[in-house]
């Protein structure tokens, strides 16, 4: 057997450091992968897979690409969600004794990648840390670019909120102490599904002890009582994790992260998944696209920093009054100053991204094009600050709030040229007149090929060879090339250096010394720029905590400014804040929606919540609007407490806790939960976690199941939530429900406007008080397309089910102990008798145990064939029939396919054969 060769026990030591990364090796001017790195990589990025004989015996395979083009393979590895170690030659071949000793310099991973074109501007890029620590869950999320690091902690039975802040942050990384994933797989497995890289680390734990000491000595601190969270054992082992994760990853100066900040949940409304998708705050739920999502509408920023930080805000409504209402005044005053605010957003349109350019300099890959844009941002603040310093006291605090930097502007504008290079290592960056010595050198080199030039030019006369020319390579240095025809006329003087094909190349004395003159200043210049660009980003990188204050108050300012611009351009207005738990909002207008239909046609609607009244019944068709009324209120609530206006004439809002939807069908076809089944999971959450200061929105519940289930959960629900007293928008299509006014206090009855015209149905998108006594099932869908011969059917069908069903009646029955009865349910009173263990005479539910229940709901089926219609009075129902039924997968019929069937098996009633039921 052969033996390995130096290099592939090098590569091999060094890749079994680094197991669950790509192992990026530079040879020469290529990294190369080998064995299944270079597998996987060549089909990753379709490059091809050859082999290499590594004194193994089988050759090993092997792949590369070129060192300088290399960041587009690595991003294209890290978007994909592997990690890329990169490992660099750390020493000089020409000085190395033996193999040159490599290192991994630098693991990049799908949390913790700065590459501008993968991250999107406007969003953080969050690594998560999670950790479960004397029955407290701790979470950390670390934005390595910006250096924005936070902490926050919840009891152990506040999984359902930690989960909910780990869905808001939308990490691309998790990291997992080792006890939570050991004690959580099912967790585990969710996060996976959901497309985030999860990986338990340390792999050998981490104790509060070891946690401490890691935070202490990062931040030199000697105690965590500053940042807020000396007493959260689990946030402080999450953040411990993140940050030695980072550390052993970057391998390099973590200065920017010089902070962390504590923070909980209830400092703000609380929003789970559920209902941030549904309101659709910062992506559509079709496209998952910014536009046309609450966002997308007032997001009016022009900065990057303000990007992120409006999405933040946007997922974090406040619940201080306080807070919000100095909030309000800032984007009071920049209203009422147009010109004001107009200039404010001019000037901020000059500021880069301060917050990831700091992130560049602390870990040494900002060059000079991104000093020059520093010092450009920071350039554009004192004009900023000396108009909002002309402004109301509250913009001038605002501006006091601002260093501007200046020094480090004006030093960094004094030392780089306008137009710097990309490279910071080959020259030209330097400004002229900054440094005697660069000057004097550069004047060296230049005088230098000027005289080369002039060489050229004398060489030519002085041989009668006109097509001589003097040249450069990095190999050969300095050379006069001539070419086989004018061999005869080359001088004597000249040495031969190089053959070529077609030439010769050759030098002379005096060339050789005027290399080794320009080439030693060239390198000396290049040599001296550099130290003299480093030692300038070194002394950007010890003010980097102002700096980063800078950044922070810069991005509040533009989130304010683009607050104010939205109200103006949209006629917001400032709505009132209070503590009491009454909302009155007087013409409200849904943002969204309004926007894409344009200023004027949007029918704007009152809401009001008080004391006597916190549970609005809404009836109507479906497209009437019930669900952009509902979500309006929500969004209008929302908005209200970020701090921003509103769209309505007029609002007053009494700031609640959470908000809570139950809105749309959709199933989760990976956890096997059909449509009802994630219906009822979403409502069971609302009624588990509502109080009475929380804003609840339910559409449609109960829909998914059959009439009578569906209606009974739907009063149930409307009942338990009435007991709860949260202010509640409850749509449904059950307008029976419009009794639950009669007898439950704080209901109130609304429903959406419809003009009828015969057949025919116009939307007025209206709320008005009162009930509806029909759903315009039928006109709805004919709107939407069914064909004619559909809805006839469906006419003739609806015709003969009214006929037999008799008059609708409703039994309330009485409060026991003022508390409302599940049994409460809508009951049909028919004509004719109703089958025993079914419904008393009376009209109210009999009580019966679950068999009978199913009996009951038998009863909507059972029948014989009597003048050509499906009898609905006591019959034996055909025992095929029967059987069929119970087959039915009914959660999987389209009202299509049910109505299909239904007439299929009429019709062979009607015929009367005796004919298999299919």
Excluded at 747 to 752: A, D, G, K, S
Excluded at 755 to 782: C, M, P, T, W
Excluded at 897 to 908: I, P, V
Aim: aromatic letters at 6%; glycine letters at 8%.
């Amino acid at each position: 057997m052969k033996a390995v060769t130096p290099m592939m026990r090098q590569y091999q030591e060094i890749k079994n450091q680094n197991p669950e990364a790509i192992l990026f090796f530079r040879l020469g001017d290529f990294y190369e992968m080998f064995g299944p790195d270079a597998i996987l990589a060549s089909r990753e990025l379709e490059i091809t897979l050859t082999g290499r004989d590594a004194g193994l015996e089988e050759r090993i395979p092997m792949c590369g690409v070129p060192f300088h083009s290399a960041q587009g393979y690595i991003s294209r590895l890290v978007e994909k969600g592997y990690k890329v170690a990169i490992c660099e030659q750390v020493e000089d071949p020409a000085a190395a004794k033996g193999i040159v000793r490599r290192e991994v310099v630098r693991v990049i991973t799908p949390g913790t990648i700065m590459d501008m074109n993968l991250i999107e501007e406007k969003s953080n890029n969050f690594l998560v840390c999670a950790a479960l620590n004397a029955d407290e869950w701790g979470l950390a999320a670390l934005d390595v670019f910006t250096g924005d690091f936070q902490t926050a902690r919840w009891n152990g039975r506040e999984m359902a909120a930690f989960q909910a802040e780990i869905m808001r942050l939308a990490p691309k990384e998790l990291l997992l102490h080792p006890s939570l994933a050991n004690a959580y797989p099912e967790l585990v497995s969710g996060w996976k599904k959901q497309g985030i890289l999860v990986s338990e680390y340390p792999r050998e734990g981490l104790t509060l002890e070891q946690a401490v000491t890691v935070l202490k000595r990062h931040f030199t601190v000697s105690s965590l009582d500053a940042f807020g969270c000396a007493h959260w054992p689990g946030a402080i082992v999450a953040s411990a994790i993140a940050l030695r994760y980072v550390q052993e990853t970057q391998k390099a100066n973590l200065r920017h992260i010089s902070r962390l900040t504590s923070y909980t949940t209830e400092q703000f409304m609380r929003l789970d998944p559920a209902t941030r998708r549904n309101l659709e705050l910062t992506q559509t739920m079709r496209e998952g696209s910014r536009k046309g999502s609450l966002l997308g509408v007032i997001d009016k920023t022009v900065t990057a920093m303000g990007g992120r930080l409006i999405k933040r805000w946007i997922e974090q409504p406040l619940t201080q009054v306080t807070e919000i209402h100095h909030r309000q005044r800032i984007v009071s005053a920049l209203i009422d100053d147009g010109l004001l605010r107009q200039d404010v957003r001019a000037g901020l349109r000059s500021v880069y991204d301060l917050e990831r350019l700091a992130g560049k300099v602390a870990y040494g890959s900002a060059n000079g094009r991104d000093l020059l844009a520093l010092a450009t941002s920071l350039q554009a603040l004192p004009e900023i600050l000396d108009k909002l310093r002309q402004g109301p006291p509250i913009l001038a605090e605002v501006a006091a709030q601002i260093d501007p930097l200046t020094a480090i502007a004006s030093r960094i504008r004094e030392t780089i040229v306008d137009e710097p290079p990309v490279s910071v290592r080959d020259g030209g960056i330097i400004r002229p007149g900054f440094h005697e010595e660069v000057d004097e050198l550069r004047e060296a080199a230049g005088s230098g090929k000027e005289w080369l030039a002039h060489l050229e030019q004398r060489e030519r006369e002085r041989t009668g060879i006109r097509s001589l020319k003097v040249g450069f390579n990095k190999v050969f240095g300095y050379y006069i090339e001539v070419t086989r025809a004018h061999m005869a006329s080359v001088p004597e003087d000249y040495i031969r250096k190089q053959t070529l094909a077609n030439g010769e190349r050759y030098i002379t004395p005096e060339l050789k010394n005027y290399e080794e003159k320009i080439l030693g200043a060239e390198e000396k210049l290049t040599q001296l720029e550099y130290r003299l660009f480093t030692e300038l980003r070194s002394s950007i990188e010890e003010v980097l905590p102002q700096l980063q204050v800078t950044a922070d108050q810069v991005a509040q300012l533009d989130v304010w400014a683009s607050f104010a611009q939205v109200a103006v351009e949209q006629g917001y207005i400032c709505p009132e804040i209070h503590d009491n738990s009454q909302i009155s909002i007087q013409g409200g207008r849904h943002p969204v929606v309004e926007a894409h239909l344009g200023p004027g046609l949007f029918v704007p609607n009152d809401t009001a919540f008080s004391d006597d009244q916190t549970l609005l019944l809404i009836t109507g068709p479906n497209m009437a609007g019930k669900s952009t009324y509902m979500r309006q209120v929500a969004l209008i609530v929302l908005l209200a407490q970020v701090g921003a206006f509103v769209p309505a004439a007029s609002a007053s809002i009494g700031v609640v806790d959470r908000i809570f939807t139950r809105v749309g069908a959709s199933d989760d076809l990976a956890t096997g939960q059909s449509t009802f089944m994630v219906e009822m999971t979403e409502v069971a959450h609302i009624l588990h976690h509502a109080s009475s200061r929380s804003l609840v929105v339910l559409d449609e519940v109960g829909r998914g199941t059959s009439t009578y289930d569906g209606m009974a959960i739907a009063w149930a629900v409307a009942e338990a939530i009435q007991r709860l007293g949260a202010k509640s928008l409850f749509a449904t299509h059950y307008h029976e429900l419009v009794h639950l006014e009669e007898t439950l206090p704080g209901v109130r009855c609304y429903n959406i406007a419809v003009r009828e015209s015969g057949d025919d149905i116009a939307f007025l998108h209206q709320i008005r008080l009162g009930g509806v006594n029909k759903s315009y099932g039928i006109q709805v869908a004919r709107l939407a397309g069914l064909p004619s011969m559909v809805i006839n059917r469906a006419k003739e069908i609806l015709s003969g089910l009214e006929q037999k069903d008799g008059k609708k009646a409703i039994s309330i029955p009485s409060e026991r102990d003022e508390q409302p009865s599940l049994q409460r349910t809508l009951v049909r009173q028919e004509s004719n008798n109703v089958s025993p263990g079914a419904f008393s005479h009376e009209g109210s539910v009999t009580s019966h145990d679950d068999s009978d229940s199913e009996t009951s709901q038998m009863q909507l089926f059972s029948g014989t064939v009597e003048e050509g219609v499906l009898s609905l009075k006591n019959a034996q129902v055909d025992k095929a029939l029967a059987e069929e039924l119970a087959k039915l997968d009914i959660n999987r019929m389209t009202p299509l396919d049910a109505m299909n069937w239904l007439a299929k098996q009429q019709k062979r009633l009607r015929r009367g054969r005796n004919e298999r039921w299919v």
